[in-house]
C-alpha cells in the first residue's frame, strides 16, 4: 500500500520564526508532489506543487529528494495567518488513486 | 479561479435514509472525486469519475454509488445511511488524475444519527 507519512505535530513556533516539516513517500514510482493548506473546519487548498528542482513561492519553499523520498516545506517569517494543518499529497502518475493524501501537520504559530 | 461547490455545508439525516450529496464544478475538468475526511485518518478516496457516466472505486467505496450525467456534476450517494457514515464530505476536481493538484469544495459536514 502507497504510504505517505507526516508528523502530525502540533509544531508550536513564535511568529517571525523559520519552520519546516518533511513528508515521506513509500512509492518511489511517485511522479507528482504537492503541499496543501487546510484550516480548521474549511477545505484544503493547494498551496504549491514541488517540483525536482525545488521551488520557492514568497516565504514558502519546497524540495523535494527523490533519493530519500521525502518532500519538505520551509516557511520562513512565520505569520499567525500561517497556522493551518498542511497536507502533503503524492501522485504516483495513474489512476486518481494514485493520489495520496498524508494525514496531516499541525502548524500553529504564537504571537 | 476554479470554483467546486457543494450544494449543502451542513447535513442532518436519520439511520435509513437515502442521502444526496451535489458537487459542481464550473472549470470543464475531466475529473472529479468524492472524499471522506474523518480525524486521524485523514482523506480518504470513496469514488472518482474520469469522464461522464464513467466511475471508478476508490478506497472505501462500501456503501456509497455516484453519478455522473454530466460533465459539471458528481452526486454521491448513500443508498441507506448509517451513523458510522457521520463524517466531513469532500468533493474535488481536477485536470488530470495525478499529475496535477485537485481543487476541493467547502465540504459537507453529514450527521447520521
Known amino acids: 500500500r502507497k504510504e505517505v507519512e507526516q508528523d502530525p505535530g502540533p509544531f508550536n513556533v513564535p511568529e517571525g520564526a523559520t519552520v519546516a516539516f518533511n513528508c515521506t513517500y513509500s512509492n518511489s514510482a511517485s511522479q507528482s508532489f504537492f503541499w496543501y493548506r487546510q484550516d480548521c473546519r474549511k477545505e484544503p487548498k493547494l498551496l504549491m506543487s514541488v517540483y525536482s528542482s525545488g521551488n520557492e513561492d514568497g516565504r514558502f519553499t519546497a524540495q523535494l529528494n527523490r533519493a530519500s523520498q521525502y518532500i519538505s516545506l520551509l516557511i520562513r517569517d512565520s505569520k499567525l495567518s500561517d497556522s493551518a494543518t498542511y497536507l502533503c499529497v503524492v501522485g504516483s502518475g495513474g489512476g486518481a488513486d494514485g493520489l495520496t493524501f498524508g494525514k496531516g501537520t499541525h502548524l500553529i504559530i504564537q504571537p | 479561479d476554479v470554483k467546486v461547490t457543494q450544494s449543502s455545508r451542513y447535513l442532518v439525516k436519520r439511520t435509513g435514509e437515502k442521502v444526496f450529496l451535489e458537487c459542481v464544478q464550473d472549470m470543464d475538468h475531466e475529473n472529479m472525486f468524492w472524499y471522506r475526511q474523518d480525524p486521524g485518518l485523514g482523506l480518504r478516496l470513496i469514488y472518482f469519475s474520469y469522464d461522464v457516466k464513467m466511475k471508478e472505486k476508490g478506497d472505501i467505496p462500501e456503501g456509497y454509488s455516484v453519478s455522473r450525467e454530466k460533465k459539471e456534476r458528481f452526486s454521491l450517494i448513500l443508498e441507506s445511511a448509517s451513523t458510522n457514515q457521520t463524517s466531513m464530505y469532500l468533493c474535488?476536481?481536477?485536470?488530470?488524475?495525478?499529475?496535477?493538484?485537485?481543487?476541493f469544495g467547502a465540504g459537507t459536514r453529514l450527521s447520521v444519527l
Open positions: 474535488a476536481s481536477s485536470l488530470s488524475l495525478a499529475g496535477v493538484g485537485q481543487y
